[in-house]
């Protein structure tokens, strides 16, 4: 399976795009140099939402964070992640993206997200899918 990760080119107004753009090329020589397969730049929006979905601002965000970690993201620990990846192979995906920053997200936080995937995941996740041992994964 192949892994990539997502980075985020929203920022809340009045942040410093120097600055920002500093912090995603330091994001991107971290990701390459942890051997991800790619890396992906995201866009901005006219309206606000996440992965698509607009958020009711009426609703309460605990229900559709839980809403959107159920059915979009692979959220906990890395070995969480992992198995939710692993499940995802097994159902025939070969190329998943993780994404690891929101709009006004620290730098360090970032850093450390991505650190976690390329140390932990990322290794866990190429070893049970190397040579089809992807296939010994418990069901989903």
């Given at each position: 399976?192949?892994?990539g990760v997502y980075l985020n080119a929203?920022?809340?107004a009045g942040d410093d795009p120097g600055r920002r753009f500093a912090e995603t090329l330091e994001q991107?020589?971290?990701?390459?140099?942890?051997?991800?397969?790619s890396i992906?730049?995201?866009?901005?929006?006219?309206?606000?939402?996440?992965?698509?979905?607009?958020?009711?601002?009426a609703a309460r965000p605990e229900a559709q964070l839980r809403s959107l970690a159920a059915n979009r993201f692979a959220l906990g620990s890395p070995a969480q992640v992992a198995e939710a990846?692993?499940?995802?192979?097994?159902?025939?995906?070969?190329?998943?993206?993780?994404?690891?920053?929101?709009?006004?997200?620290?730098?360090?936080?970032?850093?450390?997200?991505?650190?976690l995937l390329g140390r932990e995941v990322l290794p866990e996740v190429r070893r049970q899918t190397s040579a089809g041992r992807?296939?010994?994964?418990?069901p989903c």
């Open positions: 399976m192949k892994l929203q920022h809340p991107a020589r971290l990701i390459r140099s942890l051997g991800f397969d992906w730049g995201g866009e901005h929006h006219l309206k606000w939402g996440l992965a698509g979905i607009s958020l009711d601002p990846l692993l499940c995802q192979h097994k159902a025939g995906v070969t190329h998943a993206t993780m994404r690891v920053s929101w709009p006004g997200m620290r730098q360090d936080d970032i850093l450390a997200g991505i650190e992807g296939q010994t994964v418990t």
